[in-house]
């Protein structure tokens, strides 16, 4: 089997080491590039108390392990992006091989391998390794499958710390203890080793006190997620503003459905899945009751596997348990879809190509099957390098975005933004219009037309965005940025200093935003 990891581990790297001359990428910049948290390990350490995002953002989340790793990368490297994206790569290639040792229990090496290699190439996952910010993701499954392995060979302490690994890295961390039962309650192969010697099953014990622990380590980080991490102002996508349950999930299934859709046919990729590369639908809908299938379906087909196939069983329940937190079908979550947020789901594919090769060279012979699994992973490996320069810098992710997907709203406020700020106020103008045409709907978009509008002396057309966002108090700091300029301009500087007062009371950081005008 060492053959076997040594390939998927280079196979995994190899692919992702161009990315070792990219820079910060959008997001990249608030949490590494400006944050100093995560540019000193000390800094790192004291900002355990710290939410994820820096908190004048008033984003906030919870990943204390993640920030850990960037001060530590930080340190060795002075703060050199290409280190960062090569250790990426390298968290990637330990999450790849510990998934072939876990599928191991179930396939043969040629199963275990195939399904490795697909891990390793799938499109989806150039947006969890190429970015930086995608590191929490790494970590989560390296953090959830070593659990797994650990408590499989009775390591208890190992067990639970790769649980809070992945708990305190990202919150779907949470269900490494249930990926634990699932992997108990799973039978496994025939020929396993196991205490009782090869040929017999692995009946060990998982202790109390293992468990005890487990559930210390999850209430602890629940504990920690709700009392620094929560996130009251920017804590669901615009798409969600003023919905209720129904308006919540007409948008949520078809999302599910384009996701499996993502994992199976990866043709098109995007960074964006707000409005409209996913329509802003309204009711029942085709893709609803689809979306509806698969959230049933993928579950249901770890129940009828689990004797069948277990190896089948295991990937479709973690794919299910890995994408539920974001999955918006209980509450809303800051995100559509995100193809970083498939990094575990991925699993499902990779397995059902492993156990397709297995039952290929079963009844074919051995070179069919590894003919069918190198078309396969060699197709996903010329796909996600076609897709890495998009990660390159802004420049290319912004130009990618808008030649994909121009129907992204967020793609055209993106492109307004730059235009502003190099001067092209007519450009930025038709660039925010188109966005507003697309999807009216995103308060702060609003707030930063208006904004702009206001420094072009167009103040009328201010006017109509800043009463359209304080319709809601979604995005209310960009809307109370914006009448505090427009009070400025119209020369009524009291009441611009009650707005800047109450908008630094109420929102973190924003005194330094309102202390440049005074």
């Given at each position: 089997?060492?053959?076997?990891?040594?390939?998927?581990?280079?196979?995994?790297?190899?692919?992702?080491?161009?990315?070792g001359?990219?820079?910060?990428?959008?997001?990249?910049?608030?949490?590494?590039?400006?944050?100093?948290?995560?540019?000193?390990?000390?800094?790192?350490?004291?900002?355990?108390?710290?939410?994820?995002?820096?908190?004048?953002?008033?984003?906030?989340?919870?990943?204390?392990?993640?920030?850990?790793?960037?001060?530590?990368?930080?340190?060795?490297?002075?703060?050199?992006?290409?280190w960062?994206?090569?250790?990426?790569?390298?968290?990637?290639?330990?999450?790849?091989?510990?998934?072939?040792?876990?599928?191991?229990?179930?396939?043969?090496?040629?199963?275990?391998?195939?399904?490795?290699?697909?891990?390793?190439?799938?499109?989806?996952?150039?947006?969890?390794?190429?970015?930086?910010?995608?590191?929490?993701?790494?970590?989560?499954?390296?953090?959830?499958?070593?659990?797994?392995?650990?408590?499989?060979?009775?390591?208890?302490?190992?067990?639970?710390?790769?649980?809070?690994?992945?708990?305190?890295?990202?919150?779907?961390?949470?269900?490494?203890?249930?990926?634990?039962?699932?992997?108990?309650?799973?039978?496994?192969?025939?020929?396993?080793?196991?205490?009782?010697?090869?040929?017999?099953?692995?009946?060990r014990?998982?202790?109390?006190?293992?468990?005890?622990?487990?559930?210390?380590?999850?209430?602890?980080?629940?504990?920690?997620?709700?009392?620094?991490?929560?996130?009251?102002?920017?804590?669901?996508?615009?798409?969600?503003?003023?919905?209720?349950?129904g308006?919540?999930?007409?948008i949520?299934?078809?999302?599910?459905?384009?996701a499996?859709?993502?994992?199976?046919?990866?043709?098109?990729?995007?960074?964006?899945?707000?409005?409209?590369?996913?329509?802003?639908?309204?009711?029942?809908?085709?893709?609803?009751?689809?979306?509806?299938?698969?959230?049933?379906?993928?579950?249901?087909?770890?129940?009828?596997?689990?004797?069948?196939?277990?190896?089948?069983?295991?990937?479709?329940?973690?794919?299910?348990?890995?994408?539920?937190?974001?999955?918006?079908?209980?509450?809303?979550?800051?995100?559509?879809?995100?193809?970083?947020?498939?990094?575990?789901?991925?699993?499902?594919?990779?397995?059902?190509?492993?156990?397709?090769?297995?039952?290929?060279?079963?009844?074919?012979?051995?070179r069919?099957?590894?003919?069918?699994?190198?078309?396969?992973?060699?197709?996903?490996?010329?796909?996600?390098?076609?897709?890495?320069?998009?990660?390159r810098?802004?420049?290319?992710?912004?130009?990618?975005?808008?030649?994909?997907h121009?129907?992204?709203?967020?793609?055209?406020?993106?492109?307004?933004?730059?235009?502003?700020?190099?001067?092209?106020?007519?450009?930025?103008?038709?660039?925010?219009?188109?966005?507003?045409?697309?999807?009216?709907?995103?308060?702060?978009?609003?707030?930063?037309?208006?904004?702009?509008?206001?420094?072009?002396?167009?103040?009328?057309?201010?006017?109509?965005?800043?009463?359209?966002?304080?319709?809601?108090?979604?995005?209310?700091?960009m809307?109370?940025?914006?009448?505090?300029?427009?009070?400025?301009?119209?020369?009524?500087?009291?009441?611009?200093?009650?707005?800047?007062?109450?908008?630094?009371?109420?929102?973190?950081?924003?005194q330094?935003?309102?202390?440049?005008?005074?």
């Open positions: 089997m060492r053959r076997e990891l040594l390939l998927v581990f280079v196979a995994a790297v190899a692919l992702y080491l161009p990315t001359r990219y820079g910060f990428v959008q997001d990249d910049r608030a949490i590494i590039a400006s944050n100093p948290a995560a540019q000193s390990i000390g800094a790192a350490l004291r900002a355990f108390d710290d939410p994820y995002w820096p908190r004048e953002t008033g984003a906030g989340l919870y990943r204390p392990m993640t920030i850990l790793s960037y001060a530590i990368d930080w340190t060795v490297s002075g703060g050199r992006p290409g960062m994206h090569v250790m990426n790569a390298l968290w990637h290639g330990l999450a790849t091989v510990l998934l072939v040792i876990v599928l191991a229990r179930w396939l043969p090496a040629l199963g275990a391998a195939a399904a490795g290699l697909v891990f390793a190439w799938h499109p989806v996952h150039v947006e969890a390794v190429a970015s930086l910010v995608g590191r929490a993701e790494l970590l989560a499954a390296v953090g959830i499958l070593g659990a797994v392995l650990a408590a499989r060979r009775g390591r208890w302490a190992v067990a639970v710390f790769c649980a809070a690994l992945a708990m305190f890295s990202k919150e779907h961390g949470v269900i490494a203890g249930v990926a634990i039962l699932l992997d108990k309650w799973l039978r496994p192969h025939p020929l396993t080793p196991s205490p009782l010697g090869r040929g017999g099953t692995d009946d014990r998982y202790p109390p006190g293992f468990w005890i622990a487990l559930a210390i380590v999850t209430i602890g980080f629940l504990t920690a997620w709700f009392a620094i991490g929560w996130a009251g102002e920017n804590d669901e996508a615009a798409v969600f503003y003023g919905s209720g349950t308006g919540r999930l007409a949520a299934l078809p999302a599910a459905l384009r499996a859709l993502l994992l199976v046919w990866p043709a098109s990729l995007s960074v964006d899945y707000n409005p409209q590369v996913l329509p802003a639908r309204v009711g029942v809908s085709i893709p609803a009751l689809l979306g509806l299938l698969v959230i049933a379906g993928i579950p249901a087909l770890a129940v009828w596997c689990h004797r069948r196939a277990p190896a089948i069983a295991f990937a479709a329940g973690l794919a299910t348990l890995s994408y539920l937190p974001t999955a918006n079908l209980f509450f809303s979550s800051g995100v559509i879809l995100a193809e970083r947020n498939l990094y575990l789901a991925v699993i499902l594919t990779a397995v059902l190509v492993g156990w397709a090769a297995t039952w290929l060279a079963a009844r074919r012979g051995l069919p099957a590894a003919a069918a699994v190198a078309i396969v992973a060699i197709a996903s490996g010329w796909r996600s390098s076609a897709r890495l320069p998009a990660w810098d802004n420049r290319s992710q912004l130009l990618t975005l808008l030649a994909d121009p129907e992204s709203y967020r793609a055209h406020g993106s492109a307004a933004a730059v235009l502003a700020g190099t001067g092209d106020t007519a450009g930025a103008r038709r660039e925010y219009q188109k966005a507003d045409s697309l999807f009216p709907g995103d308060r702060y978009l609003n707030g930063a037309n208006a904004i702009f509008l206001i420094g072009i002396g167009d103040t009328a057309a201010a006017v109509q965005l800043i009463t359209r966002g304080g319709r809601s108090s979604a995005g209310e700091r809307t109370l940025r914006a009448e505090f300029l427009l009070e400025l301009a119209r020369g009524h500087r009291t009441k611009a200093t009650v707005l800047a007062d109450s908008a630094s009371k109420r929102f973190a950081g924003e330094k935003w309102y202390r440049q005008f005074r």
